[in-house]
């Protein structure tokens, strides 16, 4: 699949890469992907966060995402679902924290990988990601698979990442409308993409 991605989607996967290493993770996530993102310019990925105003509020994304790392990877639906059932999420966090310390339910735990290996596995909610990525690009008839594609595969994953990038605005159906136009149904025909060029 990696062959049909263009350019720019292959640096946000070589990116996300970069974005583990450097934070000790042992495997590529969804988070790695859209921090990657945001280091990408002249991309539809980049002209859809400038558009939507999320270009200037990456610091509030890393916030949310780190949010999430320390409620051990729970979605705000995950923690609402918990709180029905009278569990206080914020309540275990901080009790737990108090006794193990800080951060002590963070999801990404560092392994240690042999020194020879420099391979870095996706976790399966990343490769569901470059997955879906693809269904989203053959479902619109574009015969590559670019950034935009892999920032709607991000939006339409249930998760953390899919509930960050709508609290800041970003949904599927902006980030549709902001990569590749109004819909059909708009009257507007999307544009079909063949290369990581910007709109």
Same mark, same amino acid.
């Given at each position: 699949?990696?062959? /049909? ?18 934070? *000790? ?10 921090? +990657? ?12 966060? =400038? ?8 610091? $509030? ?6 949010? +999430?790392? !320390?409620?051990?990877?729970? $979605?705000? +639906? ?16 901080? !009790? ?6 800080? *951060? +002590? ?5 560092? /392994? ?7 391979? /870095? @596995? ?10 879906? $990525? ?5 479902? /619109? *008839? ?39 136009? =109004? ?6 025909? @999307? ?9």
């Amino acid at each position: 699949m990696f062959e /049909r991605f263009t350019e720019g989607a292959r640096d946000i996967v070589i990116g996300a890469v970069g974005h583990a290493d450097r934070a *000790g993770a042992a495997t590529v996530t969804e988070e790695h992907l859209l921090l +990657a993102m945001f280091e990408q310019e002249g991309t539809r990925a980049s002209f859809a966060f =400038a558009a939507l105003g999320l270009a200037g509020r990456r610091a $509030s994304v890393e916030h949310a995402l780190r949010d +999430a790392r !320390r409620r051990g990877g729970l $979605s705000k +639906a995950e923690t609402e679902a918990l709180a029905g059932l009278g569990i206080d999420v914020d309540e275990v966090v901080a !009790r737990v924290e108090e006794s193990h310390g800080e *951060g +002590a339910l963070r999801v990404a735990v560092r /392994r240690k990988r042999p020194r020879w290996s420099k391979h /870095r @596995p996706f976790t399966p909610g990343a490769k569901a990601t470059l997955s879906r $990525s693809l269904r989203i690009a053959l479902g /619109r *008839g574009d015969r590559a698979i670019g950034d935009g594609h892999l920032l709607l595969a991000l939006t339409a994953r249930p998760g953390v990442v899919s509930e960050v990038l709508a609290d800041h605005g970003a949904t599927y159906a902006t980030v549709e409308r902001a990569v590749f136009g =109004a819909a059909e149904g708009d009257g507007g025909a @999307p544009g079909k993409i063949d290369s990581g060029e910007t709109p």
